[in-house]
């Protein structure tokens, strides 16, 4: 079945240090690919999404790109801000039917301190 | 405008005890899911609405589970005889639907359930 899996946490960097996060998928047909990022005491958030092999997402200073050889939508950052503090998690989607349900790593904690 | 909304937002039950959960998507969206996250994990799939066809039920847990929608609008998602692993975050989730764009899922802020 379709499954993501998720580079474990907890990682803890300082303040303008560079982020990735990997995530790599398994996926029949052809997934689209999201992150979605959790802030201390609020809901999930989409951050960025890819919908075909070579797209690149990006949002707030976050990049991600499809790459379908490597099944990976790994996520990174040039330098990271206290406020990036969140749990992130990588999700795909692929149509089952009539459902388009997202399958979730296990979400990753990012700690940025100052 | 307004997002997806959930209530309660906590709820504390006793074990046995049925459950009702409530979702408010976004207007104007014909797709619902929900989703359960238990502590320290990911989002697990649940069911999924879309406009008036059948839900696809696939990810509930067991039959003690059971989502209906009105519409295209309310959800509410109940437990019967709730157990102790039942205890988790509940999140609903909106998207507009087929088309592009259409599977970007917009998620309310969770009912947290916790099971004594």
């Known amino acids: 079945g379709d499954s993501v899996t998720q580079m474990e946490g907890p990682v803890t960097l300082s303040e303008e240090a560079f982020l990735t996060i990997n995530c790599t998928y398994t996926a029949t047909g052809y997934p689209s690919l999201f992150w979605y990022v959790q802030y201390p005491g609020e809901g999930l958030q989409l951050l960025l999404k890819a919908t075909k092999a070579d797209d690149k997402g990006s949002n707030k200073g976050f990049e991600a790109t499809y790459r379908k050889e490597t099944t990976s939508f790994h996520l990174e950052k040039g330098s990271v801000q206290v406020s990036d503090s969140a749990v992130y998690f990588c999700?795909?989607?692929?149509?089952?039917?009539?459902?388009?349900?997202?399958?979730f790593g296990s979400g990753t904690q990012l700690t940025v301190l100052p | 405008g307004a997002g997806v909304s959930q209530s309660p937002s906590n709820k504390v039950t006793e074990k046995g005890k049925d459950v009702e959960l409530r979702c408010d998507p976004i207007s104007g969206h014909t797709a619902l899911y929900w989703y359960r996250q238990r502590l320290g994990q990911g989002l697990e799939f649940l069911i999924y609405f879309q406009g008036n066809s059948a839900p696809d039920k696939s990810g509930l847990p067991s039959d003690r589970f059971s989502a209906e929608r009105t519409g295209e609008s309310v959800s509410t998602l109940t437990i019967q005889r709730t157990q102790q692993e039942d205890s988790a975050v509940y999140l609903c989730a909106s998207s507009p639907g087929p088309g592009v764009g259409g599977d970007t899922q917009y998620f309310g802020p969770g009912t947290r359930l916790t099971v004594l």
């Open positions: 999700a795909l989607s692929v149509s089952s039917g009539s459902a388009r349900q997202l399958t």
